[in-house]
T-cell receptor
Framework: GDSVTQMEGPVTLSEEAFLTINCTYTATGYPSLFWYVQYPGEGLQLLLKATKADDKGSNKGFEATYRKETTSFHLEKGSVQVSDSAVYFC???????????FGSGTKLNVKP | DTGVSQDPRHKITKRGQNVTFRCDPISEHNRLYWYRQTLGQGPEFLTYFQNEAQLEKSRLLSDRFSAERPKGSFSTLEIQRTEQGDSAMYLCASAAGGQGQETQYFGPGTRLLVL
């Protein structure tokens, strides 16, 4: 069945460091891929998305590229801030968006 | 647009009791999803409605769970004969649907504790 695997956390970085959170997926058909973020005390919210191979999603300095050949959708940011401290979830949807599968989440701690 | 709301926010019940949760999606969103999330894990898909039709249901959803969306607006999730393993956060999300409108907006969740 469809599934998402993302790197375990927590990930601890200093401010202005480079961030990569790995995400790989298994899916039939043509899924869409998402990164959701959950800030402390808040609900899940969409960070970025890509709906077909080679698409790059970007938002708030974060980027992820839909790589069909490696079945990956790694999240990157060139310079993290303390305010980026949160839990990040990689997710995929079926082609018709009727079902979604989430990874287990990666907690990011950014220290000043 | 007041966002997705869920009620109650917290529920404590005894094993064997029935519980019902309500989700009010963003108005005019025709897609509605229910998830369960346990500590340290990502949301686990339970079921999906398009308008009032329940189009997807996870195989993980036992017969004790039932969901409805009678008029295509709010939805309810009922758990019968609760078990301690049902303790989790239950999340609802809605989406507008249509091309490019697949973004889900999540509610704050209902935290269930079964004693």
């Amino acid at each position: 069945g469809d599934s998402v695997t993302q790197m375990e956390g927590p990930v601890t970085l200093s401010e202005e460091a480079f961030l990569t959170i790995n995400c790989t997926y298994t899916a039939t058909g043509y899924p869409s891929l998402f990164w959701y973020v959950q800030y402390p005390g808040e609900g899940l919210q969409l960070l970025l998305k890509a709906t077909k191979a080679d698409d790059k999603g970007s938002n708030k300095g974060f980027e992820a590229t839909y790589r069909k050949e490696t079945t990956s959708f790694h999240l990157e940011k060139g310079s993290v801030q303390v305010s980026d401290s949160a839990v990040y979830f990689c997710a995929l949807s079926s082609y018709n968006f009727n079902k979604f599968y989430f990874g287990s989440g990666t907690k990011l701690n950014v220290k000043p | 647009d007041t966002g997705v709301s869920q009620d109650p926010r917290h529920k404590i019940t005894k094993r064997g009791q029935n519980v019902t949760f309500r989700c009010d999606p963003i108005s005019e969103h025709n897609r509605l999803y229910w998830y369960r999330q346990t500590l340290g894990q990502g949301p686990e898909f339970l079921t999906y409605f398009q308008n009032e039709a329940q189009l997807e249901k996870s195989r993980l959803l036992s017969d004790r769970f039932s969901a409805e969306r009678p008029k295509g607006s709010f939805s309810t999730l009922e758990i019968q004969r609760t078990e301690q393993g049902d303790s989790a956060m239950y999340l609802c999300a809605s989406a507008a649907g249509g091309q490019g409108q697949e973004t889900q907006y999540f509610g704050p969740g209902t935290r269930l504790l079964v004693l």
